[in-house]
């Protein structure tokens, strides 16, 4: 395999449920990259890093021993697999949780009922420092895969699975009892980089931050009665102070700001009562302070 330093590897899962944020991600910081044939490796056209396709159970064994140098994962598999990688950003998708579940019937009083029982999981590992941290002595049954079928043929007492919207769980007529870890996509890297790939990982971080920030802002732009511009200029908590600009009609401006997406409804609301007129909200691609 070739050592160059003057490329970063990054590790991405070849096909799953990471694969295309993963990819919008990197799309996103403006990086052009054309796979071709389902190859497992795919060189950037205009930013020096090449993107390597693998197996998200491989990604923290590869970013670890330095075949990739960086590579987008879930932090469940950080956990479990229990490589020496460094969590450089937690990326905001693929959010779920492992948690333990019970059959709907079975009754449960706390995490001591667990004492004695049989788990069947895909994660042995988080399982058991789950177990340790809590003092509870269960056996662990380590299987492939389908963890939710496992109490309704007899393999296990109870099951230890991720879960996201938790349907699976109620079709299985199972109930969630207890949150081993949770989770979300993350950027890892090995221990140390060469001084020119860590260059190129910072300028790589500098536009992920960008991208990830905007998504939390939106840009706000209304026209406002000047007679209320003082109240409504208050309800604009934006970074700075908004840009005000006369409009052609005379007692009124435009007013321009950026607003957390968690409390533009609130905001709307608030504007609306100071009496002003063509709000609009749009997207914010990127955002650097
Ligand atoms: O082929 P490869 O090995 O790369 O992929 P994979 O099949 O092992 O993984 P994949 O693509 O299913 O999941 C990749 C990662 O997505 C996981 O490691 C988690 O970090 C994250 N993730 C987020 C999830 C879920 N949500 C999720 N719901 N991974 C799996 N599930 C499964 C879960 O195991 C269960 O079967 O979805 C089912 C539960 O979903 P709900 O919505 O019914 O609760
Ligand atoms: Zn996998």
């Given at each position: 395999?070739?050592?160059?330093?003057?490329?970063?590897?990054?590790?991405?899962?070849?096909?799953?449920?990471l694969n295309s944020d993963s990819v919008k991600l990197v799309q996103q910081c403006g990086i052009r990259i054309t796979r071709a044939d389902n190859k497992l490796k795919a060189p950037a056209h205009n930013f020096p890093i090449e993107l390597l396709y693998l197996r998200d159970d491989d990604i923290?064994?590869?970013?670890?021993?330095?075949?990739?140098?960086?590579?987008?994962?879930?932090?469940?598999?950080?956990?479990?697999?229990?490589?020496?990688?460094?969590?450089?950003?937690?990326?905001?998708?693929?959010?779920?949780?492992?948690?333990?579940?019970?059959?709907?019937?079975?009754?449960?009083?706390?995490?001591n009922d667990l004492n004695g029982t049989t788990i069947a999981t895909t994660y042995p590992n988080s399982l058991r420092q789950f177990l340790d941290s809590n003092g509870i002595t269960a056996s662990i049954r380590e299987i492939r895969g389908s963890a939710e079928i496992a109490p309704s043929i007899?393999?296990?007492?109870?099951?230890?699975?991720?879960?996201?919207?938790?349907?699976?769980?109620?079709?299985?007529?199972?109930?969630?009892?207890?949150?081993?870890?949770?989770?979300?996509?993350?950027?890892?890297?090995?221990?140390?980089?060469?001084?020119?790939?860590?260059?190129?990982?910072?300028?790589?971080?500098?536009?992920?931050?960008?991208?990830?920030?905007?998504?939390?802002?939106?840009?706000?732009?209304?026209?406002?009665?000047?007679?209320?511009?003082?109240?409504?200029?208050?309800?604009?908590?934006?970074?700075?102070?908004?840009?005000?600009?006369?409009?052609?009609?005379?007692?009124?401006?435009?007013?321009?700001?950026?607003?957390?997406?968690?409390?533009?409804?609130?905001?709307?609301?608030?504007?609306?009562?100071?009496?002003?007129?063509?709000?609009?909200?749009?997207?914010?691609?990127?955002?650097?302070?």
């Amino acid at each position: 395999m070739d050592k160059r330093d003057d490329i970063l590897r990054v590790a991405i899962q070849k096909s799953g449920r990471l694969n295309s944020d993963s990819v919008k991600l990197v799309q996103q910081c403006g990086i052009r990259i054309t796979r071709a044939d389902n190859k497992l490796k795919a060189p950037a056209h205009n930013f020096p890093i090449e993107l390597l396709y693998l197996r998200d159970d491989d990604i923290p064994e590869y970013v670890g021993d330095g075949v990739a140098d960086i590579g987008i994962v879930g932090e469940n598999l950080i956990t479990e697999k229990q490589r020496s990688v460094e969590i450089l950003r937690h990326l905001g998708f693929a959010t779920c949780r492992l948690s333990l579940a019970i059959p709907r019937d079975t009754e449960y009083r706390g995490i001591n009922d667990l004492n004695g029982t049989t788990i069947a999981t895909t994660y042995p590992n988080s399982l058991r420092q789950f177990l340790d941290s809590n003092g509870i002595t269960a056996s662990i049954r380590e299987i492939r895969g389908s963890a939710e079928i496992a109490p309704s043929i007899g393999l296990a007492d109870v099951v230890c699975d991720l879960v996201s919207s938790g349907s699976t769980l109620i079709s299985n007529g199972l109930k969630e009892i207890e949150t081993v870890l949770k989770s979300e996509a993350v950027l890892v890297r090995g221990t140390s980089l060469p001084e020119q790939k860590q260059q190129i990982l910072d300028k790589l971080l500098f536009r992920i931050d960008a991208v990830m920030k905007a998504r939390d802002w939106k840009y706000i732009l209304l026209n406002a009665p000047n007679d209320n511009l003082k109240a409504i200029v208050s309800t604009l908590p934006g970074l700075k102070s908004p840009t005000i600009v006369p409009l052609a009609d005379e007692g009124w401006s435009s007013v321009h700001s950026v607003v957390s997406e968690s409390h533009v409804w609130e905001i709307i609301e608030e504007l609306q009562k100071f009496g002003a007129e063509g709000i609009l909200v749009a997207p914010i691609e990127k955002m650097f302070d």
